[in-house]
């Protein structure tokens, strides 16, 4: 590519010396003189000598400038040939979609890339038989005419939400026009876009959340310094629904904090050791009380060999904690709460929480660990709830490698079962060994 844009005409820049150009015209002129003194020697006129001297002379300087043209015009069309080659290699070698498309928008060349994300072009096929978006179009038709380089953000949502930044460049803006040639890329945006709508959607979210007990907390106030001042009764009521309230801030206040904890270690492996039947028991344990209130049975089965994994022992107390809490709030109609610890051969030690209630719909199911997806926003509140629950564990989980797999039966129940990973099992084992 480089070559093409510095030669853009493919012809060689010859700048010949002048000895070079002496020690060419010395071989015609000798040979000429030779064959003009063998003439005069046969017996020819003087005119006929030097007739003869100068047919020779320029017959012999013209030859070779014509033999150096053709052979430096052959030089050119390699050189040519193999800067679009190496420059094609290159294009191949990226992983970023890249068409080269000629001014008739004529592709010429695309990677590897390119064909994955758009498709194959047939061969020499205008840019238009796979590129339909007129936006594209129209920013080729701006950099064919011209000749400076410019980007947009397209979007698509079909089949699947995507952005990109489209970017046409000329290759070889000087080249006579029939030879200019125009690259363009799309680099993939989509990430950035969705953290983007994420970081919005999360304060968008999260203002509403704290907004909601605040108003309240609010009109409270304002009743009891106003219709309400005096009345002993309702004050009472009044601020037994503002404790809940402030409450439910707290609860969203501190989940808030957990999840931007936890963003800061995300990439911090944690380093102590966990027994899974310990710290299963320990969170049954502290959930009795309310298991007992809402007339709940939790039974809890534990492995004989103890399971060991390496973590952080809080952390894994607030992810067992949230789905026993969460199989008992919503899952109450049940009565019974089922807690598996099993340790499968060759496999990871695994967690299972099980609830018989209503069940989670299929299309919840994907998005329940996302922040502030509820399946009901009412009952979720009602059960005091945030929203972010799941979404704590997700994090969490994700920092211990180990995985959540949620299964649900709308009208049987839930299960949801955490699958720590081998590996963790392994290098725990190993550190036993060493310390024992
Ligand atoms: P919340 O604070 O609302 O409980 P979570 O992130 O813990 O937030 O859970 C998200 C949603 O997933 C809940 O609002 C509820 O709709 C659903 N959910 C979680 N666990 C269960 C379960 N065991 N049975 C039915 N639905 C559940």
Aim: aromatic share 6%; glycine share 6%.
């Amino acid at each position: 590519m480089t070559d093409t844009r510095q030669d853009p005409t493919g012809e060689p820049q010859a700048k010949p010396r002048l000895a070079a150009r002496a020690r060419g015209l010395v071989r015609p002129l000798g040979v000429g003189l030779v064959v003009a003194v063998a003439a005069v020697l046969a017996g020819l006129e003087a005119w006929e000598a030097i007739a003869v001297y100068l047919v020779f002379a320029i017959g012999l300087l013209v030859w070779p400038t014509g033999r150096e043209a053709s052979r430096a015009r052959a030089r050119a069309r390699s050189t040519s040939v193999a800067a679009h080659h190496s420059g094609f290699a290159l294009i191949e070698a990226l992983d970023l979609p890249t068409i080269v498309f000629d001014r008739e928008t004529q592709v010429v060349h695309q990677n590897l890339s390119a064909r994955t994300l758009i498709g194959d072009f047939p061969q020499r096929a205008a840019l238009s038989a796979r590129i339909r978006s007129p936006v594209i179009l129209d920013l080729v038709a701006r950099v064919v005419a011209r000749g400076i380089p410019e980007s947009i953000e397209h979007s698509e949502r079909v089949p699947s939400e995507r952005w990109h930044e489209v970017r046409v460049a000329p290759v070889n803006p000087a080249a006579e026009p029939a030879r200019r040639l125009y690259v363009m890329t799309f680099r993939d945006m989509t990430e950035a876009r969705r953290m983007d709508r994420m970081r919005t959607d999360f304060v968008a979210n999260a203002s509403h959340e704290l907004r909601t007990p605040l108003a309240s907390l609010m009109g409270f106030i304002e009743t009891m310094q106003g219709p309400a001042r005096g009345d002993e009764k309702a004050r009472d009521q009044f601020f037994g629904i503002m404790l809940e309230q402030a409450q439910r801030m707290a609860r969203l206040i501190d989940d808030l904090l957990s999840l931007s904890r936890l963003e800061m270690r995300a990439h911090v492996a944690p380093e102590g050791s966990v027994d899974l039947g310990k710290t299963v028991t320990h969170v049954v344990d502290t959930l009795k009380p309310m298991a007992d209130d809402l007339g709940i049975v939790i039974e809890l089965s534990l492995p004989e060999a103890p399971a060991v994994v390496t973590g952080d022992v809080d952390e894994l107390i607030q992810v067992f904690s949230n789905l026993v809490e969460n199989a008992c709030k919503y899952g109450q109609s049940g009565k019974r709460v089922e807690i598996l610890v099993t340790r499968p051969e060759g496999e990871g030690p695994l967690v299972t929480v099980r609830d018989f209630g209503p069940g989670i719909p299929k299309e919840h199911v994907p998005r329940l660990t996302e922040r502030f997806y509820r399946v009901d926003v009412e009952t979720s509140r009602t059960k005091k709830g945030t929203g972010l629950g799941l979404a704590i564990v997700k994090h969490i989980l994700t920092r211990h490698r180990a995985r959540l797999i949620i299964k649900s039966v709308p009208g049987e129940g839930s299960s949801f079962t955490v699958k720590f990973s081998p590996a963790e099992t392994a290098r725990t084992d190993a550190i036993k060994e060493i310390y024992k």
